[in-house]
């Protein structure tokens, strides 16, 4: 199955929402570290994407804010994805993700099974049963 171009259109506003709640939430947490490098940086979070941010917020080495730079940086993967349209293939067998899938949850880049599997692998690993 191959996008429409409206739904491309759909998914590449919902990544938009979601860059910018990603942003907005970093951007708080920053604020709320009291820590007036963190502060001075706070204002800089919407122009992420400069590199010479990403790099300092890099720097800071702190755990919330490198989950968020993570997830700005799958949002990033999956808007190009979108833009190539790419998107619909579940990296792990190729199989379609699904358009109600990914309008849920538009950086996912497996299909619900391989998820489940993955899911299930990466616990195991977690706790082997020796
Ligand atoms: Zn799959």
Redesign the pocket.
Known sequence: MTLTPSQKAELARTLAALDKQVRDDMRAALLQSGDQKYIDLAGMVHDLGDEAVANELIDLDDALIERHLQELREIEAAKRRVAGGSTNR?I??N?DIGYERLLAYPVAV??I??QGQHEKTRTHEATPRM
């Open positions: 579940c792990d067998c199989d497996r299909c099974v391989c």
